[in-house]
């Protein structure tokens, strides 16, 4: 029987665990085909990785190589679970409608278990990097971080009634995802030079089976089912499984299909736009000229904490007095100061300070994410979710897959290529909000669709 009513702690200890694992991961395969390549390990003195800055010497492209090769199967890797978890996505943040939102934090946590076991495994006993397909098409059918996120917005839509609250607390979950990730970058250095990699991956698996025993007996459940509701493999249960996103536009008026829709667009094309980028910091920095080490690299990613915890206070004091679209507009204009930087940004000192100017980028997927769930029904908070967590599972791994590709290609002339079209790209969002403020879309709009969409069943 569950307890408390509280799923910020799940949050937490899910994003510091995967976000610990991140750069674990990708460092050490990194390492890998680095042996592959030199018939060495990387090592550092001084914070500073021993990488080779002079383009003449030979070691030079061998050390491009393992850039490109490192990229280019961490894009395979994340195009191996693409169609499981896009399903699984769909299915189960809708589930939690009518059966509960347990199972869509449950499953992907187990599925992050798996996955960091494979890697501990593949460490200790020296297996071949390919059985981590094996592991990542099983945590696929297991649902994946998109789903673990919509069913922890979807939890904290049922618990705040108030639409006027929806912003700060969406805004909260989000700056606990960001503070998560921050310490756990920086931690994650310390872990590597005291322990690693071998048992470095121990942490975050301990970390997620924790997790999994908070939500099967501490974690309470927010929605009541009744013996129909628990019978999900009748035919109408299956059925109703893939109904939910299906019904959620079919049923809306056409107004309300056209502002979910652009703000679904804006939402998908900023989070294409940041999170393409953001996932290369790793790479960039560990490249020449920076040559960066885990510690530092930790650093940069605990720097990002700010950026989280800025827009948090941003969308906070912001919220009473600017609309909606006016705190997305200062946030990619944020975004777009800090990722330019990025892309020229040769020494220690200026890589930092671009977490400064990204100090409020965080602010508009949750103000997007407040305003969808402001434009739906209470029961269909859960269809709306399962939406975004199957289309933010597309675009995650799409744009991972995107921004490597586009990575691998330039670096040899300018690795600072993706940083400037992440920049580019990010004037379709602010467009797109733009254009729902000029056909008129207005804050009060929020609550006359629902009171639409309400009168409209009662009708029927």
Request: proline fraction near 3%; include cysteine.
């Amino acid at each position: 029987m569950g307890l408390l009513y509280l799923v910020e702690p799940v949050m937490a200890i899910y994003c510091f665990a995967s976000f610990v694992s991140y750069p674990l991961m990708q460092q050490y395969v990194y390492q890998r085909f680095w042996q592959d390549e030199f018939n060495s390990t990387v090592y550092y003195d001084d914070n500073i990785s021993h990488c080779e800055t002079n383009q003449s010497n030979p070691n030079y492209v061998h050390q491009k190589e393992v850039q490109k090769r490192a990229s280019m199967f961490s894009t395979t890797l994340d195009l191996s679970s693409l169609i499981p978890s896009l399903l699984m996505a769909l299915i189960l943040v809708s589930y939690g409608d009518q059966h509960g939102r347990k199972a869509s934090l449950l499953l992907p946590s187990i599925g992050a278990l798996i996955t960091i076991s494979a890697y501990c495994s593949v460490s200790f006993f020296d297996q071949p990097l390919e059985i981590l397909y094996i592991s990542s098409v099983f945590s696929g059918f297991l649902g994946g971080f998109a789903t673990f996120i919509g069913g922890c917005f979807s939890y904290i839509a049922d618990i705040a009634k108030d639409v006027q609250k929806k912003n700060i607390r969406i805004a909260f979950i989000d700056m606990i995802l960001g503070v998560s990730s921050g310490v756990a970058g920086i931690t994650s250095g310390y872990i590597i030079r005291a322990f690693g990699f071998k048992w470095s991956f121990a942490l975050p698996a301990f970390l997620h089976l924790l997790n999994i025993l908070y939500i099967l007996f501490i974690l309470e459940e927010t929605v009541i089912r009744s013996e129909f509701q628990q019978n999900v493999l009748s035919k109408d249960g299956f059925r109703e499984l893939f109904s939910g996103v299906f019904v959620l536009f079919k049923n809306a008026s056409c107004r309300k299909r056209v502002t979910i829709s652009l703000l679904l667009f804006a939402f998908m094309s900023y989070l294409f736009t940041n999170f393409g980028a953001v996932s290369l910091f790793t790479l960039y920095e560990l490249d020449s000229p920076l040559c960066w080490d885990p510690v530092r690299i930790g650093w940069g990613s605990a720097l990002s904490t700010f950026c989280f915890v800025g827009s948090f206070l941003g969308i906070f004091f912001f919220t009473r007095c600017l609309k909606d679209a006016y705190i997305i507009f200062i946030g990619i204009a944020s975004w777009i100061g800090g990722i330019t930087m990025a892309a020229f940004s040769t020494t220690t000192v200026t890589m930092m300070s671009v977490r400064l100017l990204l100090l409020f980028s965080a602010m508009p997927l949750p103000v997007l994410r407040s305003m969808m769930s402001k434009v739906v029904l209470e029961t269909e908070q859960g269809a709306l979710f399962a939406c975004i967590a199957c289309l933010e599972s597309l675009i995650g791994t799409l744009t991972l897959a995107v921004f490597n590709s586009i990575y691998s290609a330039t670096v040899l002339w300018f690795h600072g290529f993706c940083f400037l079209l992440s920049a580019v790209l990010s004037l379709i969002p602010f467009g797109v909000v733009w254009l729902l403020l000029c056909i008129g879309h207005q804050e009060r709009d929020h609550v006359l669709l629902i009171n639409e969409e309400s009168s409209t069943e009662a009708e029927s």
